[in-house]
């Protein structure tokens, strides 16, 4: 069983969808969840973190955490053709010391 | 600004030859980490250090060394490169509160013929 895990993709909603985007983890002393956002060719890029369970809100992202179902979502509201990239979610045990990424889910908004 | 800088940025090289990646960072980040990124595989870590001299495997550490001999650098080192070390590689750091992130370098693409 993979740590972090993902599905692929690729994920295509139409321009003004909700995206949602999916990550379930193996490691039970995770603390921190976060998600990245990666274009082609270029780094990683911090869209949210998470480290309680709920939902956290930040513009048109909300990041969802149940950490009972080893679970961490995001959604994207309102999609746009900007948003169409990879987006990577990584975990962080701090007993470990690794931060960890899935594969990543490849996210196309269709104009 | 705050940032950490990766050098080269594209690099061709033969099997064999001994090479080096450089990353630095200028936050003071007392942790540093090297992944490889390869299609379909993701974010792949290959070392990474919590402090100065201390450095521990990651997932992928097989024919790459590291050393943290300075806070602020945190080299990868390919003492025989072979054409499976094909890939784009990321030098990363942060802080080692819970919800701080990782800042990235710009990426070496790595190639061995």
């Known amino acids: 069983q993979k740590e972090v895990e993902q599905n692929s993709g690729p994920l295509s909603v139409p321009e003004g969808a909700i995206a949602s985007l999916n990550c379930t983890y193996s490691?039970?002393?995770?603390?921190?969840f976060f998600w990245y956002r990666q274009y082609s060719g270029k780094s990683p890029e911090l869209i949210m973190s998470i480290y309680s369970n709920g939902d956290k809100e930040d513009g048109r992202f909300t990041a969802q955490l149940n950490k009972a179902s080893q679970y961490v979502s995001l959604l994207i509201r309102d999609s746009q053709p900007s948003d169409s990239a990879t987006y990577l979610c990584?975990?962080?045990?701090?007993?470990?010391?690794?931060?960890?990424f899935g594969t990543g889910t490849r996210l196309k908004v269709l104009a | 600004e705050a940032q950490v800088t990766q050098n080269p940025r594209y690099l061709i090289t033969v099997t064999g030859k001994k090479l080096t990646v450089t990353c630095s960072q200028n936050?003071?980040?007392?942790?540093m980490s090297w992944y490889r990124q390869d299609p379909g595989l993701g974010l792949r870590q290959i070392y990474y250090s919590m402090n100065v001299e201390v450095t521990d495997k990651g997932d992928v550490p097989e024919g790459y060394k590291v050393s943290r001999k300075e806070k602020r650098n945190f080299p990868l080192i390919l003492e025989s490169p072979s054409p499976n070390q094909t890939s784009l590689y990321f030098c990363a750091s942060r802080g080692l509160d819970r919800d701080e992130k990782l800042f990235f370098g710009s990426g070496t693409q790595l190639s061995v013929l």
């Open positions: 990584a975990v962080w045990a701090s007993g470990t010391y690794k931060y960890i």
């Open positions: 490691d039970r002393g995770s603390q921190s």
């Open positions: 936050m003071n980040h007392e942790y």
